[in-house]
């Protein structure tokens, strides 16, 4: 197993502490898993990890990481729709999925400091999951992030810089101390094994109902649950598991679209320029999506549609969620505002299922 760069193919052994290639290119792993089969999952482990056969993991660091992430239900809403309780995470966001991967495999090669940025939830899943681990964690988030966010990340003994300007100027802060102070850059976008930690949620939905939904709806702003649903949905199809893709919707904000605006062009890579208008859905809220040009190739090879949430709905959707009984964040909420807004357009659609990826006291703000 390897890294390999996602632009001119030099391979690298994936316990470098380059956070990308000396080209400038992010780092794909090389790495092809088992045939997926449910008699391969550790039946016994309740947490992702259950799903490890399927993972590049060496060691049994993740039994002493590990807080129990994952094995998150799926609540049938209404005659349509289904609900993936991913709020319901060790630090309330489906990142944990992604960030005990990431700091397993950071513990393994023996990592013991690590920097991130974050629009607050996946710094929260990766200064919980260092401090569970005894790495040192600092933190940047930009400003304006839920305060509530920022205090769970200081209780987790993470160093927490806020970072004026926007969520891309923070990560380009935060890149900035990675390149001059050689920190290893823990970071959801950057590091393809926080991928491998994402393909759980798609494991977990066949293991759960025994089948995929037609429809999927995924939150869109670096694309980290994107990348490991599409991936995983591969290994399924490979696997002869399922016989095609489901339909599937990825949501950006209204205030911030840029893969929408690619798609409209056809562009092979979004314009790195886009400048976010304020929105509440802070945590798509990504004008320079790193991994773009891989997003984009699923995009068109397997015709997701991506559109984006009305801003002045989302608040109302948060009600209608918290009216049932289901308090999302703001960004979670999003999701099914572009959900109502995609049925308004295209009709009605059955059988789908939505992520709710944030718990709603992260943003009452
Ligand atoms: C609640 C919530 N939903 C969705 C997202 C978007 O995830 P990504 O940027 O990986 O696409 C985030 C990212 O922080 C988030 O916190
Ligand atoms: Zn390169």
Not at 59 to 81: A, C, H, Y
Not at 128 to 151: H, W
Not at 218 to 233: E, F, Q, R, Y
Request: contains cysteine; proline residues 5%; neutral net charge.
């Amino acid at each position: 197993m390897k890294y390999v760069c996602s632009i001119c193919g030099t391979t690298e052994d994936v316990a470098t502490r380059n956070a990308k290639c000396d080209c400038g290119g992010l780092w794909k792993l090389d790495y092809k898993p088992p045939a997926f089969d449910l008699a391969l999952v550790d039946r016994d482990t309740w947490s992702i990890f259950r799903y490890r056969a399927f993972m590049p993991l060496k060691g049994e660091q993740w039994r002493e990481i590990s807080l129990g992430e994952g094995m998150t239900p799926i609540v049938q809403f209404n005659k349509d729709v289904l609900l993936k309780m991913d709020y319901f995470m060790p630090t309330l966001s489906f990142k944990d999925r992604g960030a005990a991967v990431l700091i397993t495999h950071c513990k393994a090669i023996g990592v013991d400091s690590v920097v991130q940025d974050s629009s607050g939830n996946a710094g929260n899943s990766v200064a919980a999951y260092c401090a569970k681990a005894g790495i040192d964690c600092e933190i940047f988030v930009p400003e304006g992030t839920s305060p509530k966010k920022v205090n769970m990340i200081k209780a987790h003994k993470a160093h927490v810089n806020i970072v004026p300007g926007s969520r891309d100027h923070c990560a380009d802060v935060c890149r900035d101390k990675v390149a001059n102070d050689g920190k290893y850059y823990a970071n959801h976008v950057y590091n393809p094994f926080f991928y491998q930690g994402t393909k759980t949620y798609i494991y977990e939905t066949y293991e759960q109902l025994h089948r995929i939904p037609a429809h999927i709806v995924i939150p869109l702003g670096n694309g980290t649950l994107v990348i490991g649903i599409v991936k995983a949905l591969e290994e399924l199809l490979e696997s002869g598991v399922i016989e095609k893709m489901p339909q599937l919707i990825a949501v950006q904000s209204e205030h911030c679209d840029p893969f929408v605006k690619a798609v409209l062009v056809k562009a092979k890579r979004a314009a790195m320029n886009t400048t976010p208008q304020p929105t509440i859905a802070e945590g798509i809220s990504i004008g320079v999506p790193m991994r773009s040009e891989e997003i984009l190739q699923y995009i068109y090879k397997y015709d997701i549609k991506v559109i984006t949430a009305p801003e002045d709905r989302i608040l109302e959707a948060r009600m209608t969620l918290a009216a049932k009984g289901v308090y999302c964040e703001h960004t979670t909420a999003a999701n099914y505002a572009a959900y109502l807004k995609f049925c308004e357009m295209h009709g009605k659609i059955e059988d789908c299922l939505i992520p709710m990826c944030g718990a709603g006291l992260k943003s009452d703000h």
